[in-house]
């Protein structure tokens, strides 16, 4: 005997009503309209600024020679002979530069010659009354000197033994921190404690309370630039190195931040 198997077959919109009816597949539906609802919030920024007295500096200082000036034609050059005397005057007064600093107590380590610099200059020669000057040529050889100074005190004392060398040029004084991340967390903790502050306050007088942070930011770390002072070699011999003349001054510091607090009615 055949037995006849019958399917059932549902018509499409009667599939989808039990489809959508079946407890399982509507859990999603129930879930996605049960969010939680977004955080009431406190935003703050604070800034923060300290004012920072530097702790060691960095001279900077050159030395040149000139090879005599000749007069100018379009194949003329400086002698190879001239740059050799040039070059061995200048070496010999950055030897005599070098252990005048040494003898007023600093490290050879602390003192930094740059390299050679070789550059043609061109000068105007004046004639007598009435007559067209001339144009000569000469060729300047240099260098450059940076001196590290750990200690302020012994700057003076420096600039002396500067002057002593017969630098022809003294750049000036750069002012620096030694250790300028301790600097750069003190502002940065100060800026936090007064976006603290502004909140508590705020709360304080709105009637809220404050929950837990939700969100910080940075807005601008702490940066800093060294105190650049400038200054001449004849300024310096005049002052005689004093303390008066070259007082370091202070390096600001600023950083900025963002605080959010979660905010709810008081109890």
Same mark, same amino acid.
Do not use: C, F
């Given at each position: 005997m055949t037995q006849v198997r019958r399917h059932t077959r549902f018509p499409g919109a009667l599939l989808s009503i039990l489809l959508l009816s079946s407890p399982l597949l509507a859990m999603p539906v129930v879930a996605s309209a049960q969010q939680e609802a977004p955080h009431k919030r406190l935003d703050v920024q604070a800034q923060s600024e300290i004012q920072v007295v530097p702790d060691e500096a960095t001279l900077s200082a050159r030395l040149w020679e000139l090879t005599p000036a000749i007069a100018q034609r379009d194949d003329t050059s400086t002698s190879p002979e001239a740059l050799s005397k040039a070059r061995q005057r200048l070496e010999e007064r950055a030897a005599r530069l070098i252990e005048t600093l040494e003898e007023a107590g600093l490290e050879r380590d602390a003192i930094n010659a740059g390299s050679l610099r070789v550059?043609?200059?061109?000068?105007?020669?004046?004639?007598?009354?009435?007559?067209?000057?001339?144009?000569?040529?000469?060729?300047?050889?240099?260098?450059p000197f940076e001196i590290d100074i750990a200690d302020l005190d012994k700057l003076p004392m420096m600039l002396d033994a500067l002057t002593r060398a017969g630098v022809n040029a003294?750049?000036?004084?750069?002012?620096?921190?030694?250790?300028?991340?301790?600097?750069?967390?003190?502002?940065?903790?100060?800026?936090?404690?007064?976006?603290?502050?502004?909140?508590?306050? =705020? *709360?304080?007088?709105?009637?809220?309370?404050?929950?837990?942070?939700? @969100?910080?930011? &940075?807005? !601008?770390?702490?940066?800093?630039?060294?105190?650049? =002072? *400038?200054?001449?070699?004849?300024?310096?011999?005049?002052?005689?190195? @004093?303390?008066? &003349?070259? !007082?370091?001054?202070?390096?600001?510091?600023?950083? =900025?931040?963002?605080?959010?607090?979660?905010?709810?009615?008081?109890?």
């Open positions: 550059q043609p200059e061109t000068i105007q020669v004046r004639q007598k009354e009435g007559a067209e000057g001339s144009r000569m040529t000469r060729t300047r050889l240099e260098r003294l750049d000036g004084v750069t002012y620096d921190l030694s250790n300028p991340g301790v600097a750069s967390d003190k502002a940065l903790t100060q800026a936090l404690e007064k976006a603290r502050h502004k909140a508590e306050l =705020m *709360a304080d007088t709105l009637g809220i309370e404050l929950g837990p942070v939700i @969100s910080v930011s &940075e807005n !601008r770390s702490p940066v800093y630039q060294p105190r650049m =002072m *400038a200054m001449s070699a004849d300024a310096a011999t005049e002052s005689g190195g @004093s303390n008066a &003349e070259y !007082r370091p001054g202070t390096i600001t510091l600023d950083a =900025m931040v963002s605080v959010s607090w979660e905010i709810r009615p008081a109890e």
